[in-house]
């Protein structure tokens, strides 16, 4: 399968650069650092739909590629171990594990059984880590790379296993850093927003995992537009933990940039940042990480298309394409990066052409200025 093809390759990848490191003798491995891209819920129609919009609202000529189109190598066969349509749980796990699972299982193999992850690997060799989405950073394609549950619901439980909470032993968290929503889930059930926590609590439990990441693990923790601004990678400060929202991040066509920074925003930030952690040297001269490893979603692409949004689909796309130019540039830069971008599955059936006359106007789409989610809490 596909998704145990790309699984192999970054995690060979991974293994490779990291004994290149511990013997100093060896050729340098090719790749010290690997950027692995989701587009949840994004399929064919949805790419054809973007290409078509921009290309028309912008005249330019019909032959017209996106960033996608010029690299596409291939299609990917997705499926759980229990149905012919996966959801975002058994995806990102077998992205993840490079294995076929249940639909809903968050890192766990078919028989419920936890299964390393190639972010896991990847730390365990002792490369940074970093996970960025637009959902909640607890939602199922961020939690199947560094938590181990039996259903994608148990958010409660996600969010203590993305910081290490249940690992007494643990010198060091598994996630250098993070950047999405979800803050709700890391604020106890009584919140106490005056000690500097999330004002809002989704818990069912008097956790505070915010103040816990602050002080058993020494996480930098920032829930402001501002003080994303202020971060300089120059600072070092992973490990990082930073959520925008209480639950999702907005759809990019809400999105109100005093106030959320944007997917290509963020991805930006932590690439600087973890590229400036892994390079920092010790007093012998060698570096501290050999690399590093991070996953970027692109998460509301799907919920857009689940609520049957065009619109707030269409934006979401162009987003993440510019998270993916901003990608490249990053390699442009630093070659010794390897990136892999892929989709977990398609949803909401969405179709271009009807029949009989096969036709479809883009400008519809320009003056809607509002997801469908804000639009109907305002009726």
């Known amino acids: ?5 790309v699984y192999s390759l970054a995690l060979y990848s991974l293994i490779c650069s990291r004994a290149a490191h511990a013997a100093p003798s060896a050729k340098p491995a090719k790749h010290r650092n690997l950027i692995f891209m989701v587009s949840d819920g994004f399929g064919i129609a949805g790419e054809t739909m973007a290409r078509g919009y921009v290309q028309t609202t912008n005249n330019y000529p019909l032959e017209w590629s996106s960033i996608l189109d010029e690299l596409l190598v291939g299609t990917s066969r997705t499926r759980s171990s229990d149905s012919l349509i996966t959801d975002s749980a058994a995806g ?3 992205f993840s594990c490079a294995q076929k699972t249940y639909n809903g299982a968050i890192g766990v193999s078919h028989d419920r059984k936890p299964c ?4 896991e690997a990847a730390k365990q060799a002792g490369y940074l880590t970093g996970l960025v989405s637009t959902a909640r950073i607890t939602h ?3 939690g199947s790379f560094a938590a181990h549950v039996v259903h994608r619901d148990m958010e409660d439980l996600i969010a203590q296993h993305m910081i290490s909470y249940n690992s007494s032993l643990t010198p060091a968290p598994t996630v250098d850093l993070m950047f999405g929503g979800g803050s709700c889930f890391f604020a106890p059930e009584t919140p106490n927003p005056a000690a500097g926590n999330p004002k809002t609590s989704c818990r069912s439990d008097q956790l505070d995992l915010w103040q ?5 693990y020494r996480y930098s923790t920032i829930s402001t537009r501002k003080q994303f601004d202020d971060l300089n990678a120059a600072d070092k400060k992973l490990p ?3 959520l925008f929202t209480d639950s999702h991040m907005a759809y990019e066509i809400d999105r109100d940039p005093a106030e959320e920074p944007s997917l290509t925003e963020m991805t930006q930030k932590a690439l600087d940042m973890l590229h ?6 010790h007093g012998n001269g060698t570096a501290c990480a050999p690399g590093f490893f991070i996953m970027i979603e692109g998460a509301r692409i799907d919920m857009a298309a689940h609520d049957n949004d065009p619109a707030s689909h269409l934006h979401d796309i162009i987003e993440y394409w510019n998270a993916v130019a901003a990608v490249r540039k990053f390699i442009d830069t630093h ?7 892929t989709s977990d599955h398609e949803t909401g059936g969405l179709t271009i052409g009807y029949d009989p006359e096969y036709v479809w106007y883009p400008n519809v789409l320009t003056p809607v200025k509002n997801s469908a989610e804000v639009i109907c809490s305002q009726i």
């Open 92 to 94: 990102a796990t077998a």
């Open 335 to 341: 070659p010794d990066t390897l990136m892999i971008g």
């Open 116 to 119: 390393g992850t190639v972010l």
């Open 1 to 5: 399968m596909l998704a145990q093809s």
């Open 240 to 242: 990082m933990l930073g």
């Open 212 to 216: 816990f990441a602050q002080t058993k």
């Open 140 to 142: 199922a394609t961020p």
């Open 276 to 281: 400036t952690a892994s390079t920092v040297t």
